[in-house]
């Protein structure tokens, strides 16, 4: 029965058309994986390359990361509508805060996977800090870093149906709407949108992983430094 609700929700051109239909609550919902995941690797990516090629501070990745990852995403959307209204900004802001934690381990991560004669070889003929940072470390630790930003948008896409709880749109919206008024078709469909397009974009990240980053330092071979 749901089944056949499905394809015949599916067969509906009205669900493919105007304000409400996919491709307008497709667009809506990458709007916002796309903002609050740049806004994330806007504060992840410096923070977790500093700490990675200085040492220093590396308690508050790990604290940090671990902390936020702790947080009930749609309670953060709830406290800050309470405290400032309803606004798109609650939403992206639990978003970003679900986004920073994979990005910056990471980054963290890779900085800290690239192997210390390399680092000291660049040092031996003359890099300064910045440019190790930026030449040498940060090249070779782009696996690591893009697969931070991988897992980072796959949690987005998933969680950014809670923008619909707060009547905003996007894909959740058939889910909210669905369940609203028991249309288990709709709730379906909606979430059977949401898993595709998290496989498409996890797919095209990983071309631009095997686009950018040299077969050499694909699996990155170095220790991390302690």
Request: with cysteine.
């Amino acid at each position: 029965m749901i089944l056949t609700d499905l394809v015949a929700w599916f067969a509906d051109p009205e669900n493919w058309s105007g304000p409400d239909g996919v491709p307008a609550r497709l667009a809506e919902h990458l709007q916002y994986t796309a903002l609050a995941l740049l806004l994330a690797c806007l504060v992840a990516i410096p923070l977790g390359a500093l700490v990675g090629h200085t040492g220093r501070g590396a308690f508050l990745v790990v604290g940090t990361t671990n902390a936020l990852r702790a947080l009930p995403t749609l309670g953060v959307v709830i406290m800050v509508v309470l405290l400032t209204g309803i606004g798109l900004g609650p939403v992206l802001f639990a978003l970003v805060v679900l986004a920073v934690p994979p990005v910056m381990a990471g980054t963290y991560a890779g900085i800290r996977a690239v192997d210390p004669m390399v680092v000291d070889a660049a040092r031996g003929v003359g890099m300064r800090e910045r440019e190790v940072l930026l030449q040498v470390e940060f090249p070779n630790a782009l696996p690591l870093i893009l697969g931070g930003i991988r897992s980072a948008t796959l949690q987005l896409v998933s969680t950014a149906t809670i923008a619909a709880f707060v009547a905003f749109g996007g894909l959740g919206r058939y889910i909210i709407d669905g369940l609203s008024v028991r249309d288990f078709a709709e709730v379906l469909a909606g979430a059977m949108l949401v898993a595709a397009l998290a496989i498409v974009l996890d797919l095209a990240l990983a071309g631009v992983e095997r686009l950018v980053v040299s077969d050499g330092i694909r699996a990155p071979r170095g220790r991390a430094r302690t």
